[in-house]
Nanobody
């Protein structure tokens, strides 16, 4: 099992920045990829970004160049972060971290990001 704890959401003005973090603990030795999804009100959850175990990164087209995903592997915790710059109102959503491990697929509890003036 993998436990995930997210942090870093909030309210920001258009053009502003936020950094989301997700700390994974438990059976972290068998983690493959880590990523972020988001769900806006009335919409389906959509994929935002992924970082592979080898460090390759992939982004949704609308966030490419504005968002950066990174990963830090420590002895007992793996942290995946999402640096979000030049935020726009259509980035408003609940953001969920996601871990794809040998033992299964795991989700964070979600953190609200609101972009509004």
């Amino acid at each position: 099992q993998v436990q995930l704890v997210e942090s870093g959401g909030g309210l920001v003005q258009p053009g502003g920045s936020l950094r989301l973090s997700c700390a994974a603990s438990g059976s972290i030795f068998n983690i493959n990829a880590m990523g972020w999804y988001r769900q806006a009100p009335g919409k389906q959850r959509e994929w935002v970004a992924t970082i592979s175990s080898g460090g390759s990164t992939y982004y949704l087209g609308s966030v490419k160049g504005r968002f950066t995903i990174s990963r830090n592997d420590a002895k007992s915790t793996v942290t995946v972060s999402l640096q979000m710059n030049n935020l726009r109102p259509d980035d408003t959503a609940v953001y969920y971290c996601n871990v794809n491990a040998v033992s299964g697929l795991f989700w964070g509890q979600g953190t609200q990001v609101t972009v509004s003036s």
